[in-house]
């Protein structure tokens, strides 16, 4: 029988506390469009978006009207443009302008999978896709990139990271006018997962099916208050109780909306991410929760511990919740995206060399940092590999999201709206890694043993 | 199938004869009612079968909010509460 405590607990988790689900994301295998002729291979592309995922706003809207639940947004995810670019050659970006018009017509926010996966070395297709990533994001506007450039088992593409130095550079230049929104959409991974539903990152991995349905949920603000509910006085096992048990009902959430999207749309079902995915609405923070810990502000001394606790956390509960966890799972800590972020970064607190340490126990890794625009492209390649090497090491996802902000300084503000938030310019430890980034070659991947 | 229906709001005279109206109307029989007034707040909850409507759960919460003014109504299906507070 249903319990009245139950109903409104969850009518408020919905109303008060920002429960959404983040995403629906349609993953499409785009292997059989391959074809010799970039034309025809981008009809292709067309067609097979539009067959398989034509309904899926429609039955994202159905859901949501069922259950009263919001869904923020519908996705696709594609096969890595890069394995098509291999077989028809051509300008990749006539792919990214077939992606952004497909998404347009399906009525989607947007599209991920203009990627590359070059952990080991470039195939065909690779050097190419990645050289054209900055004209493609400054020409559309709803195709993510993104870029693996190291896996635990295969060390760390050295000749990759240099390039996406320069990539992100040039992204942000192309896109000065507009806040610099390229890069805004462009991750560059260390053991990219291949079903991660969220966004910039999400591609449909070579190993996944036809079509499949991934669920991405959120809800920082649901832990945030139940936490607050709690107390100062209790300790950090049952606070660490509290968010298993939260995201326990979260992830469960997650779960319904994913096995009904994917019987009403006769795709089967992937995974549910199970992330706390922050927006810079008041209240829907991560930062905020590390605070209702007992942090003076997010950025203080003891964040790298709540985080962990919290991460972990919220793995336990969910692992529970559904048999089927995947995708990145986690706590994201976003800049920009987090309003308990943005203030931290603006009042200082909150440092790059904090929230670096803070990916090593996160579940992604530097997301929405936006910094100077004079940060040269070396420095850029130079974070990438410190993060890709947590990664690694570490046999963890780490990504690098970072925004020049062309021609602004460090206190300056970029303001992209919507759920990207607005961040502050970071200070950036400008003393040059060009030699060692200038070598190229690969990183060898770590011993598995002897762990200390 | 059941769904839940629930209304918040300032308590005025009619609210609980009207949502039962609605359901009638639509052909949805009333399971089970819970209602309380404190300092003039109205909170009420019904449980409702759904399996023999004549419209879609959509069209119900329309009509609801349409002839309910001023107050918070949440119509959403029983599934939601089973899969986060059951195992």
């Given at each position: 029988m249903l319990n009245t405590s139950d109903i409104m607990e969850t009518i408020t988790m919905i109303q008060e506390e920002n429960l959404d689900i983040r995403t629906i994301t349609m993953g499409i295998s785009l292997l059989d469009c391959c074809d010799s002729d970039i034309n025809r291979s981008c009809e292709k592309v067309y067609q097979k978006i539009y067959r398989c995922a034509k309904d899926l706003v429609k039955v994202g809207n159905e859901i949501e009207q069922k259950y009263g639940i919001p869904i923020i947004n519908k996705r696709v995810s594609v096969t890595p443009i890069a394995m098509l670019c291999g077989a028809s050659g051509g300008d990749p970006v006539e792919y990214a302008m077939t992606l952004d018009r497909v998404a347009k017509d399906i009525g989607i926010n947007f599209i991920g999978g203009y990627s590359a996966l070059v952990h080991k070395g470039f195939s065909p297709g690779d050097r190419e896709l990645i050289e054209s990533i900055p004209r493609a994001l400054a020409t559309t506007d709803f195709v993510c990139s993104s870029v693996n450039i190291g896996t635990t088992?295969?060390?760390?593409?050295?000749?990759?990271?240099?390039?996406?130095?320069?990539?992100?550079?040039?992204?942000?230049?192309?896109?000065?006018?507009?806040?610099?929104?390229?890069?805004?959409?462009?991750?560059?991974?260390?053991n990219a997962p291949e079903d991660n539903p969220f966004m910039a990152g999400a591609f449909h991995g070579p190993g996944e099916p036809d079509c499949v349905i991934n669920v991405g949920v959120s809800g920082p603000g649901v832990v945030r208050a139940a936490l607050a509910k709690a107390g100062k006085d209790i300790d950090l096992t049952e606070v660490a109780e509290i968010i298993k048990k939260t995201a326990f009902k979260i992830t469960r959430m997650g779960q319904l909306v994913g096995t009904e999207a994917s019987a009403r749309l006769g795709v089967p079902f992937g995974i549910v991410d199970l992330s706390l995915a922050p927006t810079p609405a008041v209240?829907?923070?991560?930062?905020?929760?590390?605070?209702?810990?007992?942090?003076?502000?997010?950025?203080?001394?003891?964040?790298?511990?709540?985080?962990?606790?919290?991460?972990?956390?919220?793995?336990?509960?969910?692992?529970?919740?559904?048999?089927?966890?995947g995708g990145l799972s986690g706590a994201f800590i976003p800049v920009s995206e987090d309003a308990g972020m943005i203030a931290a970064a603006k009042s200082g607190a909150l440092t790059i060399e904090k929230l670096e340490a803070m990916t090593a126990v996160c579940s992604v890794g530097l997301d929405m940092i936006v910094i100077p625009g004079e940060t040269p492209a070396d420095v850029i390649s130079g974070i990438i590999a410190d993060e890709a090497a947590i990664g690694m090491v570490n046999s963890k996802t780490t990504a690098v999201r970072v925004i020049p902000a062309i021609g602004k300084v460090q206190g300056d503000v970029l303001e992209f709206g919507g759920l990207l938030g607005s961040g502050p310019v970071m200070k950036v430890n400008m003393n040059s890694p060009s030699v060692m980034i200038s070598r190229g070659g690969r990183i060898p991947a770590p011993l598995q043993s002897l762990k200390n | 199938m059941k769904a839940v229906i629930s209304v918040v709001g300032k308590d005025k005279v009619g609210i609980?004869?009207?949502?039962?109206?609605?359901?009638?109307?639509?052909?949805?029989?009333?399971?089970?009612?819970?209602?309380?007034?404190?300092?003039?707040?109205?909170?009420?909850?019904?449980?409702i079968d759904i399996s023999e409507m004549n419209c879609e759960l959509s069209d119900l919460r329309e009509k609801l909010t349409a002839n309910i003014?001023?107050?918070?109504?949440?119509?959403?299906h029983e599934d939601i509460f089973n899969s986060m507070h059951r195992i």
């Open positions: 088992k295969a060390g760390i593409n050295m000749d990759a990271v240099r390039t996406m130095g320069k990539v992100i550079r040039e992204a942000a230049e192309l896109t000065a006018d507009r806040q610099c929104i390229g890069p805004a959409k462009l991750v560059v991974f260390c209240g829907d923070s991560v930062a905020y929760i590390l605070e209702e810990i007992g942090l003076e502000t997010c950025g203080a001394c003891g964040t790298t511990a709540a985080l962990a606790m919290l991460n972990d956390a919220v793995k336990k509960g969910g692992v529970m919740a559904s048999s089927s966890v | 609980l004869a009207m949502v039962s109206n609605i359901c009638a109307e639509v052909n949805a029989n009333v399971i089970e009612v819970t209602q309380s007034v404190l300092q003039d707040f109205f909170v009420m909850m019904m449980v003014m001023g107050m918070k109504i949440h119509v959403m």
